[in-house]
C-alpha cells in the first residue's frame, strides 16, 4: 500500500518584478548621486563663430637647484651670472610661468638669489614645486 505525503513539493519560481523594482531604485539612486557631485558654477552664453588660431599649450620654464647648489634652466647649465641673460629669451615668446625644483638640501641663499635674477630676467609670478606628503 502507497501512502500519500501529505505536503505537495512545488518548484521554486524567480519574481522579476522585484528585482526589476530594486534595479529601477538604484538606477535613480546613481543618477541623482552622480548631478550632485558636478559643480555649475558658470553661466550658459552663446559664444559667437569665427576663425582663429589654436591655442599651444606651452610648458613653463623649470628652474632646478640642486643639492650641491648647481643651477639649471630647463636642463640646461647656467650660473648666477648668466641666469638673466638665458632666461629672458625664453620668456620672450609670452609670459611663461617659472617654476621653481629647489632640493630640500639646497643652500636657500642660493635659491632666493636665483629668483631674484629671474626677476630681473622679467618674471613676475613663481611656483615652487613640492612632493605630496
Do not use: Y
Not at 40 to 46: C, F, G, I, R
Request: net charge positive; aromatic share 4%.
Amino acid at each position: 500500500m502507497k501512502l500519500k505525503r501529505s505536503r505537495v513539493s512545488r518548484r521554486g519560481r524567480i519574481e522579476i518584478i522585484p528585482m526589476i523594482d530594486v534595479m529601477f531604485f538604484l538606477l535613480a539612486t546613481f543618477m541623482l548621486a552622480s548631478l550632485s557631485m558636478q559643480t555649475l558654477n558658470s553661466l550658459k552664453v552663446d559664444l559667437p563663430e569665427g576663425a582663429a588660431a589654436p591655442m599651444s599649450h606651452r610648458e613653463p620654464v623649470s628652474l632646478t637647484v640642486t643639492r650641491e647648489g648647481k643651477i639649471l634652466l630647463d636642463k640646461t647649465p647656467v650660473t648666477l651670472a648668466t641666469l638673466a641673460a638665458t632666461l629672458k629669451p625664453m620668456l620672450a615668446a609670452d609670459d611663461r610661468g617659472v617654476v621653481v625644483n629647489a632640493d630640500s638640501a639646497a643652500p636657500e641663499g642660493i635659491v632666493v638669489r636665483a629668483m631674484l635674477r629671474a626677476r630681473a630676467a622679467g618674471v613676475e609670478h613663481f611656483t615652487i614645486a613640492v612632493r605630496r606628503e
